[in-house]
């Protein structure tokens, strides 16, 4: 168990439609990491937060967006979804800068477009 | 920009072998770099880390890994491979430049016959 919680563990859903998967980082660490794993494109990175701010951006479509709450627990949203966003959706979190640089990734969320 | 390549996609040993994942990454400078395990439907967890220091590195669950600066490549290896270590093995290659940058390989799928 790495700390890092999410939910939901999976979600189904119908193209058009709006969702919401959250992610709790582990106690003291203050970013927060969003991937995308598909099995035709990897593991694609798409954001960072670092306490409450957006630090860097991946490959992220304009159809997703993310937020990163006081509480450092993060959302992203993923709008008028499409076949293609079925895929694994990771969080991740890490320790403060000057910490030891590893990620810690939750158990992901699984969603399906249908 | 930074990279990581792993050219084997998908590897195969049988049970009690040695194994050696290969990677390779191209950065100016020395960079953080990774190894993560990712079991079926699970996350990714941190098997061995480098940042500087001895370039031969100790993981869990026996994997090692070895710098190589000259080869720009970061190799992991197990001397004996046990039939639970089949699982899909990503290499990463980390910058902190007032932001944690990763970039994670493609991965090699690891399969282990008896």
């Known amino acids: 168990d790495s700390g890092v919680t999410q939910t939901p563990k999976h979600l189904i859903t119908a193209t058009g439609q709006r969702v919401t998967l959250r992610c709790s980082p582990r106690s003291g660490d203050l970013s927060v990491y969003w991937y995308q794993q598909s099995l035709d494109q990897g593991l694609q990175f798409l954001i960072h937060y670092y306490n409450g701010e957006e630090r860097a951006k991946g490959n992220i479509l304009e159809r997703f967006s993310a937020q990163q709450f006081p509480d450092l627990h993060s959302e992203l949203n993923l709008s008028s979804l499409e076949l293609g966003d079925s895929a694994l959706y990771f969080c991740?979190?890490?320790?403060?800068?000057?910490?030891?640089?590893?990620?810690?990734f939750g158990p992901g969320t699984r969603l399906t477009v249908t | 920009a930074q990279s990581v390549t792993q050219p084997d996609i998908h590897i195969t040993v049988s049970e009690g072998a040695s194994l050696e994942l290969r990677c390779n990454y191209s950065?100016?400078?020395?960079?953080?770099l990774f190894w993560y395990v990712q079991s079926p439907g699970q996350g990714l967890q941190l098997l061995l880390k480098y940042f500087s220091g001895d370039t031969l590195v100790q993981g869990i669950k026996g994997f090692e890994a070895e710098f190589k600066r000259s080869q720009s490549s970061f190799n992991l290896r197990k001397p004996s491979v046990h039939w639970s270590d089949a699982a899909e093995y990503f290499c990463?290659?980390?910058?902190?430049?007032?932001?944690?940058?990763?970039?994670f390989g493609i991965g090699t799928k690891l399969q282990v016959i008896p």
């Open positions: 950065y100016g400078a020395t960079p953080y």
């Open positions: 990463a290659v980390g910058l902190l430049r007032g932001y944690q940058k990763v970039t």
């Open positions: 991740a979190s890490s320790p403060p800068l000057g910490g030891s640089y590893e990620q810690y």
